[in-house]
């Protein structure tokens, strides 16, 4: 079983940086695809990166050269480091995992609750 917890998230000015984690509470954690996903208030969800069990990692146009995700297998934790926040970067991120990678990103079987990040301007 997979049990995602998200923290980290916050508010912080335009230009800063936050780092989110993600534990997992089980045992298969390293045989899954993770990813970290957004939701923004009136919008859909989006994924913003994902990282396979072999390291490949796949960002949005919109994040690309700010955020960066690893994964510490070792510690059942995977990591997005956000840096150059902009309040467009304003929204509910929520940690995925899964085994199949759809549409360019992780199809989530598993969900955190989610932790909200706030940019003001």
């Known amino acids: 079983q997979v049990q995602l917890v998200e923290s980290g998230g916050g508010l912080v000015q335009a230009g800063g940086s936050l780092r989110l984690s993600c534990v997992d509470s089980?045992?298969?954690?390293?045989?899954?695809?993770l990813g970290w996903y957004r939701q923004a208030p009136g919008k859909e969800r989006e994924c913003v990166a994902a990282?396979?069990?072999?390291?490949?990692?796949r960002y949005a146009d919109s994040v690309k050269g700010r955020f960066t995700i690893s994964r510490d297998n070792a510690k059942n934790t995977v990591y997005l480091q956000m840096s150059s926040l902009k309040p467009e970067d304003t929204a509910v991120y929520y940690c995925?995992?899964?085994?199949?990678?759809?549409?360019?990103?992780?199809?989530?079987?598993?969900w955190g609750q989610g932790t909200q990040v706030t940019v003001s301007s």
């Open positions: 995925a995992a899964g085994r199949i990678w759809s549409n360019n990103c992780v199809r989530g079987d598993y």
């Open positions: 990282i396979t069990w072999s390291q490949n990692m």
């Open positions: 089980g045992r298969t954690f390293s045989t899954y695809i």
